[in-house]
Every structure is written in C-alpha cells, then in structure tokens.
C-alpha cells in the first residue's frame, strides 16, 4: 500500500520563541514571507502525499486561515490588479487537502500522533514535524518512502548531532546494514550525553506501519510526563523492524533561535532582491 497521508504535528506551545508565541503558532514564523509550515507542506506535496492532517491546538487558528480561502483579501488583489499576489494566495489555499484535529492537551508528540489514527485508517504514513524545514532536490519524506517501499516496515530519519545537543534528542542504537541505513536496536529520549547510545539522532521525519497506533497506546507517561513518540518506537521495534536512516538535504530546526536564524539568512540569500542588500550588511557587520 502506497504512502499517501501525513501527519503534521503542531500543537507546541512553543516556549523557545515567547513571548512571540503567546498569540502567534511558532509553525508561523515566517522565513523572509513565507511560513514554516508552508515549506512543511510542500515537502508532503512533493513526496508524493495527497491528504494531510496537522494536529493543532489551541491558539493555532492562524494556520488553518493561512491554508484557507480569503475571499476578502483576494477581492482586494484583484480589485488592485495584483495578479501576480492573488496568483501567490490562490494557489496557498489549493495545495493539497488539509485535515485538522486538536489535541486538546499538550500531552506529547506521541500522543498528537495518536489523535490522527481514526484518519489514517490503518494505512501507512508520514509524520512530518511542524518546525523543521529539509531541504534537498529529493525531499527527505520521499527518501524515507523509497526505503519503506523496498522493506515495507517503519523507517525513522536521523542525523549525526554534536555530543552536547544528545539529551535534546530521541537518540538510536542500530546496526548498520549500509552507509546510510541502520536496523535500529534501540532508542532513548533526551538522555544523557555520558548514558548515550550514539550521536545518531532522529528528527522531525518518519514513515511509519499503522501498528505505531498500538504501541503508542500501551506508552506510558516518559520523559517531562509526556507520550514519548520516542517510547512508541522502542515498543514498534520489539515486533517488528524498524529502520533508521540517514537522509540526504541540510536540516533547519526553526523550533530552535539559531537554527531560525540560519534559515533566515540562507533563504535571504536565495533572493535576487535581497541577496546583494543580506551580503553587504553582514560585511559591514563583520568589520564593524
């Protein structure tokens, strides 16, 4: 059965970003004019996703407007002859059915994963976290696809993180079956850098069978007495195998300051009416 439906995950609080994320989703933040989440989505699109469903919470109504209609706002463009801005918004509100459901505590990444199981209908699929953008001409879901089509079992992807950044981080033993594929033994959220398994962290991108439901359900409150998505895995593993992989593409956390402000000036960079202005400033900043 084909991967077709995504899970997108963005019901945080998103405490790192107060007080700007009192009123505002952090998936919201914008990079130069487009949201996070946007890119989020796309990704979804290009990997061959049809039907998404963004768990939210309160205070996130911001996103289903930004996916919306906006006949108000679009009247006012064509009303302008803006056609190239309406032409922008119009296709926003197109891009994919979008499905929402609200975790009405923030109980855990896990137990947002659980809220979508009556959707997904026992089916494969993609869980995609709402503030980390990868980027690469073949998106890291799709990656993580080609790998669940050629053994059919969940795949997780991961990356080498620095030796201080492990306890923010479900973090892997595996065996390696290839140089970017490991068969995964175990998984432990955030511990400590000296109790670590590996360096081999997982980020915000999985495929997973439909049996992670029933593994989520019998997880236990775990680390900041939350359902640990971390916890359903370790159980998955233990009836089935599960693949770690490590994805091609440059990964930015904009959950976190420095990774947002990364974005920023590399997408800044990528705009031929900003990049000459970006590089001069930060010329001028340096010799300052």
Same mark, same amino acid.
């Given at each position: 059965?084909? &991967?077709?439906?995504?899970?997108i995950?963005?019901a945080g609080?998103?405490?790192?970003?107060l007080? #700007?994320?009192k009123?505002?989703?952090?998936?919201?933040?914008?990079?130069?004019?487009?949201?996070?989440?946007?890119?989020? &989505?796309?990704?979804?699109l290009?990997?061959?996703?049809?039907d998404?469903?963004?768990?939210?919470?309160?205070?996130?109504? #911001?996103?289903?407007?930004?996916?919306?209609?906006?006949?108000?706002?679009?009247m @006012?463009l /064509?009303?302008?002859?803006?056609e @190239?801005?309406?032409?922008?918004? $119009?296709?926003?509100?197109?891009?994919?059915?979008? @499905?929402?459901?609200? $975790?009405?505590?923030p109980?855990?990444?896990?137990?947002?994963?659980?809220? /979508?199981?009556? @959707?997904?209908?026992n089916e494969p699929? #993609?869980?995609?976290?709402?503030?980390d953008?990868?980027r690469?001409?073949?998106?890291?879901?799709?990656?993580?696809?080609d790998?669940f089509?050629?053994?059919?079992?969940?795949v997780i992807a991961v990356?080498?993180?620095?030796?201080?950044m492990?306890?923010s981080?479900?973090?892997?033993?595996?065996?390696?079956?290839?140089?970017?594929?490991?068969?995964?033994?175990?998984? &432990?959220?955030?511990?400590?850098?000296?109790?670590?398994?590996?360096?081999?962290g /997982?980020?915000?991108?999985?495929?997973?069978?439909?049996e992670?439901?029933?593994?989520?359900?019998?997880?236990?409150?775990?680390?900041?007495g939350?359902?640990?998505?971390?916890?359903?895995?370790?159980?998955?593993?233990?009836s089935?195998? &599960?693949?770690a992989?490590?994805?091609?593409?440059?990964?930015?956390?904009?959950?976190?300051r420095?990774?947002?402000?990364?974005?920023i000036?590399?997408?800044?960079?990528?705009?031929d009416?900003?990049?000459?202005d970006?590089? /001069?400033?930060?010329?001028w900043?340096v $010799?300052?």
């Amino acid at each position: 059965m084909a &991967v077709t439906k995504a899970v997108i995950p963005a019901a945080g609080l998103g405490t790192r970003f107060l007080p #700007a994320t009192k009123s505002m989703p952090k998936e919201m933040l914008p990079i130069i004019d487009v949201p996070v989440i946007h890119y989020v &989505v796309k990704e979804a699109l290009d990997s061959g996703i049809d039907d998404i469903i963004i768990i939210t919470g309160r205070s996130k109504r #911001a996103i289903e407007d930004y996916f919306d209609d906006s006949p108000e706002l679009e009247m @006012h463009l /064509a009303n302008g002859k803006k056609e @190239h801005l309406l032409k922008m918004v $119009q296709e926003i509100s197109s891009l994919v059915d979008i @499905h929402y459901i609200r $975790q009405k505590e923030p109980l855990g990444l896990g137990d947002a994963v659980l809220r /979508a199981e009556k @959707h997904i209908c026992n089916e494969p699929f #993609a869980v995609l976290l709402g503030d980390d953008i990868i980027r690469n001409d073949r998106p890291c879901t799709r990656q993580l696809i080609d790998t669940f089509d050629r053994y059919r079992c969940s795949v997780i992807a991961v990356e080498d993180v620095p030796k201080e950044m492990v306890s923010s981080y479900g973090i892997i033993k595996g065996r390696r079956l290839e140089d970017s594929l490991f068969l995964l033994e175990d998984i &432990v959220e955030k511990p400590k850098a000296e109790e670590a398994p590996s360096t081999m962290g /997982a980020i915000g991108r999985y495929v997973f069978t439909p049996e992670i439901f029933d593994c989520l359900k019998r997880t236990t409150h775990g680390v900041g007495g939350e359902i640990q998505l971390t916890d359903g895995i370790r159980l998955l593993k233990d009836s089935q195998n &599960v693949y770690a992989c490590t994805f091609h593409g440059r990964r930015y956390d904009t959950g976190d300051r420095m990774g947002y402000i990364e974005a920023i000036i590399d997408f800044a960079l990528e705009h031929d009416d900003l990049r000459d202005d970006v590089m /001069a400033y930060m010329r001028w900043v340096v $010799q300052a």
